[in-house]
């Protein structure tokens, strides 16, 4: 296994309180495979995943777990040791292209910089590289001279993904890295990331609150909702047989990339606040199959190979999943 998350907790120090983000969410990443982390706006998975990264805001703080990459724990490393691993080991593609790019210096230069700064390449060597690395994601060597602005939103997130594999990192985490992108875009965006990570055999992590871009290109899911995680599996075993009514409504809620058009149903309401998040299984407020064994913590339960899920009625799953297709059963639920 080339990384193994356990029992991660990660909490902000917020004025209103501390933040449990990340409540003891377990996911490994084989060698050279696609793990999609999906769920809404606020589930905690931009925190799950840079903390792969130790870059974090301040007021983050690790709480309890493990972030074991070959055998190493990232959270235990000195600073030092993890700058060692960060663009060479693992390299993070953030939210915006914007984020990775800055604005005010030719893109190739940046390139370059980490080229050299970071993998002590020569100005030549590292010319070449870059020239080499734009050809990858189908960008034309002389556009190394334009600016993040010259750039359409594509061509940015092309020259991020570039940037990300300048040193050739096994793990590329990838963070919503198409969802500012029109529908067309985000296919060839996409498949030109699938096809450099089978060319390159790279591990991936994505995060998308999209599950149909998970359904496109990832080979394992984990699905998080209000800071843990409530199913998780093969992405072809998860999305034929979802187990929790969450990744059910979520699949509902989307259309899927370049598939058939079926009705869309989105989820009602809003995540729980992670301040003071509810007891019991957090998705209950917003679930159609909600029980009165929902007041107590969802049991683990498994519905196939590697795969799991978190909820009190995932044994009647088979049920549930006819019921959860039709739209009116998502009508009216949010009870809180
Ligand atoms: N710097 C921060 N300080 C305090 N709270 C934060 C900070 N960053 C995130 N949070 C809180 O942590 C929770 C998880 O946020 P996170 O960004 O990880 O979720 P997400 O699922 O990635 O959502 P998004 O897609 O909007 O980034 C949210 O409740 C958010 O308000």
């Not at 903390?51 to 805001?57: F, L, W």
């Not at 914007?98 to 005010?104: F, I, K, Q, R």
């Not at 871009?213 to 843990?228: E, F, N, Q, R, T």
């Not at 072809?236 to 009514?245: E, K, S």
């Amino acid at each position: 296994m080339l990384l193994e998350v356990r029992d991660l907790v990660i909490d902000y120090r917020a004025t209103r309180g501390r933040v449990r983000a990340v409540d003891g969410v377990n996911f490994n990443v084989p060698a050279g495979a696609v793990v999609g982390v999906v769920g809404e706006s606020g589930c905690g998975k931009t925190t799950a995943v840079r903390a792969i990264t130790r870059v974090m805001p301040s007021s983050a703080v690790f709480a309890e777990g493990s972030i074991t990459l070959e055998g190493e724990d990232i959270v235990q490393m000195s600073d030092r040791e993890m700058r060692k691993h960060l663009w060479r080991d693992i390299a993070y593609v953030p939210q915006s292209a914007m984020n990775a790019l800055d604005p005010v210096w030719r893109v190739g230069k940046q390139i370059e910089e980490v080229l050299v700064g970071r993998g002590g390449m020569t100005k030549k060597a590292a010319r070449a590289r870059s020239e080499e690395l734009f050809a990858m994601v189908g960008l034309e060597a002389k556009r190394l001279r334009d600016y993040p602005h010259q750039f359409s939103g594509g061509m940015r997130q092309r020259a991020s993904i570039a940037l990300a594999l300048a040193l050739s990192p096994k793990l590329v985490i990838a963070d919503e890295p198409v969802t500012a992108l029109d529908v067309v875009i985000q296919r060839q965006v996409l498949d030109t990331f699938t096809e450099l990570q089978k060319q390159l055999n790279l591990s991936v992590i994505l995060v998308t609150h999209d599950i149909s871009v998970v359904a496109y290109v990832c080979d394992y899911v984990v699905v998080m909702y209000a800071g843990k995680v409530v199913e998780s599996g093969p992405v072809a075993d998860v999305l034929d047989n979802p187990g929790h009514p969450y990744t059910m409504g979520l699949y509902n809620a989307f259309p899927e990339l370049g598939g058939e058009d079926r009705e869309l149903s989105p989820i009602e309401g809003s995540p729980p606040d992670l301040l003071n998040p509810p007891k019991g299984c957090r998705f209950r407020a917003r679930c159609p199959f909600a029980i009165d064994a929902c007041l107590q913590d969802p049991p683990e339960h498994t519905i196939g190979e590697g795969h799991v899920a978190n909820c009190h009625r995932a044994g009647e799953a088979g049920e549930l999943r006819e019921i959860a297709k039709r739209t009116e059963t998502w009508v009216g639920v949010t009870s809180e």
